[in-house]
């Protein structure tokens, strides 16, 4: 079974810096493909990045690229997401996600088959 636990956010100014954490057991991220989604109040839930299974290659969407930078630790079996240059607009709760399937990077949340409960970020102005 693939449980999943993200930690790690809280409110921060503007510019500032968190760092998320995912725990995964039942999957290994040696192999497995992870994301990370958010949602905002009243939005869709919106595709942040992603990391293929081992960590070689990152995707990223277009509102976080060059801010964020998403990360895997084979041995701890973790993912993080290292958000720098915080907005207002990056204000949602994040979510790792696990794919259906062990190599999807892709951003449709539907090929997500895992999910944690969420971390709040709010970043204030």
């Known amino acids: 079974q693939v449980q999943l636990a993200e930690s790690g956010g809280g409110l921060v100014q503007a510019g500032g810096s968190l760092r998320l954490s995912c725990a995964v057991s039942?999957?290994?991220?040696?192999?497995?493909?992870m994301g990370w989604f958010r949602q905002s109040p009243g939005k869709e839930r919106e595709f942040v990045a992603a990391?293929?299974?081992?960590?070689?290659?990152?995707y990223y969407s277009a509102t976080v690229k060059d801010r964020f930078t998403v990360s895997g630790d084979n041995a701890r079996n973790m993912v993080y997401l290292e958000m720098n240059s915080l907005k207002p607009e990056d204000t949602a709760v994040y979510f790792c996600?696990?794919?259906?399937?062990?190599?999807?990077?892709?951003?449709?949340?539907?090929?997500?088959?895992?999910w944690g409960p969420g971390t709040q970020v709010t970043v204030s102005s």
């Open positions: 990391i293929t299974g081992g960590g070689s290659d990152q």
């Open positions: 996600a696990a794919p259906s399937t062990y190599n999807y990077v892709g951003p449709s949340s539907v090929r997500y088959a895992h």
């Open positions: 039942g999957r290994p991220v040696s192999t497995s493909a």
